[in-house]
C-alpha cells in the first residue's frame, strides 16, 4: 500500500474484485469523480499559497482555433447574434461541438471494450439530459489546485534533441521524469499536471494549406502499463497537454493493447489501443487536450517556478460528454 492507502498500481493491476488496473470501488462504491478525489481541500488550500504575483493565464485557444478538426468529425461552431430592439444584442451558438477545440474528456467519453465505463455505470445510462458520468460532475468539483507545467519542449531543446512537429516522439515515464527534473519541479498527490508538446503552437503558425498536409504523428504519452502506472502511482488528479490527446499517435504497436479483430469506425479516429480507454474507463483520469500552454511556459521559464495554482471549470451541463475546460492559472 501507498499514498493515503491505496494500491499502487502493480496492486492494481492483479485486482480480481474488479477490473484489473482499474481504481473502480477504491473511492467509495458510487464514485464518478475518479482520480479527481485525491484533490482534496487540503490541496487546493495550499495551491493557493502559491500566488505570489497575481499574473493569469488563460489556457484555453478560441473556438474554431482548430479548423478542420483534427478528429475529421467536428464542423465549425457557427455565432449567431440577433436584437430585438435597437439597444439589444443576444447571441447563440450552432453546431458547437463541446471537444472541439481546448477541451477536457469526461469519464463518459470512453468505454473500455471488455469492461465498459468507469465504475460499470451501464451503457444505457450515458445518454442525453442522464448524469451518470456527466461533465456537470466536474462543473459541482469547480476544480481548482497545484497546477505543474512539464516543458517537453524545452526539456529535449536542452540535451540537444528537439521535438519536431512533424516527428512522433512517445514519451516514457523516464522522459517525464526528466522533464520533471529540468523544470525543477516535483509531482505530489493531487496535482494537475500539464504537458507541453509544442503541437497547439505550430498547427497556429500554419496556414490552412499547410495543416492539411499529411503529418507523421504527434508526440505524447506512449501506450504502456509503465505509462498508466507513473499516472497512478503519482496520484495525479487530471492530465492535460497541448496535443490533441494527450498521447502519441499513432499508437504503439508493440503495447499488446491493440486488438486485431476489432473492426474500424465508420469515421473519425480509431480508439483501439488509445491509453484514453485505460485512463478513463479504468483509473478514471479526466484528460485535457489542445490546452494554451505557451504564455504560461513562457512565464515560467522566466521565473524558473514551474507551480502554480489552476483552475478548472467546465460548463455545467448535465450528461455532458466534455467541455471546454475554461482554465486559468494563476501564479
Known sequence: MTIAGLPDFAELARRTDAPPGSSWGLFGPDDQLGTLNFLTQECTAAAARLVRRGATFNLDYPLNTFVPS???????????IFANNPNHRDDWLDSFYLQSTSQVDGLRHIRHPRYGFYGGVADEAIDVCRPALGVQLLAEKAIAGRGVLLDAVAHFASIGAPLDFAT??????????????????????????LLRTGFAEEWVRRTPEQRAERRSGATGLDQSDEVVAWLWDHRIALMASDNGGLESFPVNPASGWIDPDEPPPARGPSHNGMLHRPMLALLGMVIGELWKLDELAADCAADGRYEFLLTVKPLNLVGGVGSPPNAIAVK
Open 70 to 80: 483534427l478528429a475529421g468529425t467536428r464542423p465549425p461552431t457557427e455565432h449567431h
Open 168 to 193: 512522433m516522439t512517445r514519451l516514457t515515464p523516464a522522459d517525464l521524469d526528466a522533464v520533471a527534473a529540468h523544470c525543477g519541479v516535483e509531482i505530489r498527490p493531487g496535482d494537475i499536471v
